[in-house]
């Protein structure tokens, strides 16, 4: 498949057709060197356009090169295509202030007021060693093994300036962030994505999307918070319970994605439409409406989650669940009100334990080759 432009106003990733996998990775920072960092920035924005074009990391190749030096591309994408490869940065509060305070960098002035942690929220079990970062990078493309060679590759590239922190695989899009997309499911077997904010809603983007000019500090005008919550499903118990009740839960029929009492997928949700009882067809706990922007002063997400299996949690259960990313103007105006509902109210709960937990500022795109990743920044 072919390839997403790398250049532009606006990071590629966010309003891109989400892409069928995922490799994500954090990263700290381990030098005080600034200028080792940005030479670093410097070299993977050079090596991201190249990979986005399907391209060998490195300008010699993995395999042109003398034979006595370690290839300047790992190789394993060799003969595959671009895939849709797209490679999205983000830059955590911690590498503007690290956990002792530190400003290492230099930058602690230019931190927006919007990239302050996320509060803690009921129930939350997060985990510190898959929590965080000093950077990240978001890897989506429609083969897993580009997206995890352009993570390796960029990884290689860091070696001794930054270290992997965690990193997660997504093997399947639980999202639509295009009206030409079909709406994919998660493990729960419901529809997900269907009222997303997608890349046709142009008006809505500039709203809820991305930062405007005077949002904060201009270097990251026309850029997006993300949001990143490792959520474990607790399948076992989800499927011993009964279709109606799960329905009840989501608010929304399993076959059809239809909200509870309508017709059809996409029809807007009605609060008012009674079910047979008489009772609201959609129950005031479903989670379309504890999350739905007329419950939460407006707010709106674009969500480009994934499916996660890592493998089994060897007490006889898959460790499966959703790695739920969102974009958003300002997560703590977005994100955080969303969540606040659905941690206190959202039947969900029962089956479902957030365990990992980011935030990241996005910045806007590279505009040409003459400029790099986080240039605002330095
Ligand atoms: C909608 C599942 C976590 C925010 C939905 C829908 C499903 C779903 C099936 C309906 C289809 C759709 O409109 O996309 C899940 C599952 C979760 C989860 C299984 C956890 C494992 C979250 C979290 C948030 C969130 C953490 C944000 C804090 C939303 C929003 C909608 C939605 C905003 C659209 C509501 C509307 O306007 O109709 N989710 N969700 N979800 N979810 Fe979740």
């Not at 005077?214 to 270097?219: M, Q």
């Not at 674009?302 to 060897?314: A, C, E, T």
Request: glycine share 12%.
């Amino acid at each position: 498949s072919g390839a997403v432009p790398f250049y532009g106003a606006h990071q590629a990733g966010i309003v891109t057709p989400a892409q069928d996998r995922l490799h994500f990775v954090a990263f700290d920072v381990i030098t005080k060197d600034r200028d080792r960092l940005v030479t670093m920035l410097q070299d993977w924005t050079a090596a991201a356009a190249r990979m986005t074009a399907g391209q060998d990391a490195g300008a010699i190749g993995a395999v042109n090169g003398i034979p006595e030096a370690p290839p300047d591309d790992t190789g394993e994408a060799l003969d595959l295509p671009p895939a849709g490869l797209t490679l999205t940065i983000g830059f955590g509060p911690t590498l503007f202030r690290d956990a002792t305070g530190a400003d290492r960098f230099g930058i602690a002035a230019k931190r927006p007021a919007a990239l302050v942690d996320l509060p803690k929220f009921p129930a939350d079990a997060l985990q510190p060693a898959i929590s965080g970062g000093d950077l990240c990078v978001q890897a989506c493309a429609n083969d897993p093994q580009v997206a995890v060679h352009a993570i390796r590759n960029l990884a290689r590239i860091g070696m001794g300036v930054v270290s992997v922190r965690w990193s997660q695989l997504g093997f399947g899009r639980t999202s639509s962030t295009s009206r030409d997309q079909v709406t994919p499911r998660n493990l729960f077997g419901f529809k997900d994505g269907t009222a997303n904010l997608k890349a046709e809603d142009t008006a809505l983007l500039d709203e809820h999307l991305w930062v405007a000019k005077g949002d904060g500090p201009s270097w990251m005008d026309g850029g997006s918070y993300l949001v990143t919550r490792k959520i474990r499903m607790t399948i076992e118990t989800w499927d011993r319970t009964s279709l109606a009740e799960q329905e009840e839960i989501v608010g929304r029929a399993k076959g059809s994605g239809a909200p509870l009492g309508h017709q059809n997928e996409f029809d807007e949700l009605d609060f008012t439409v009674k079910g047979p009882t008489g009772e609201p067809a959609i129950a005031d706990v479903a989670h379309v409406k504890l999350a739905h922007h007329s419950r939460n002063g407006g707010a709106r997400l674009l969500r480009r989650g994934y499916n996660f299996v890592d493998g089994s949690d060897g007490l006889g259960r898959l460790n499966a669940g959703l790695f739920f990313i969102s974009f958003q103007r300002d997560a703590h105006k977005q994100f955080v009100p969303i969540q606040l509902q659905l941690a206190r109210h959202d039947v969900l709960n029962e089956y479902i334990r957030h365990v990992g937990s980011a935030l990241f500022a996005c910045p806007p795109g590279v505009p040409d080759a003459g400029d790099y990743w986080g240039r605002g920044l330095f």
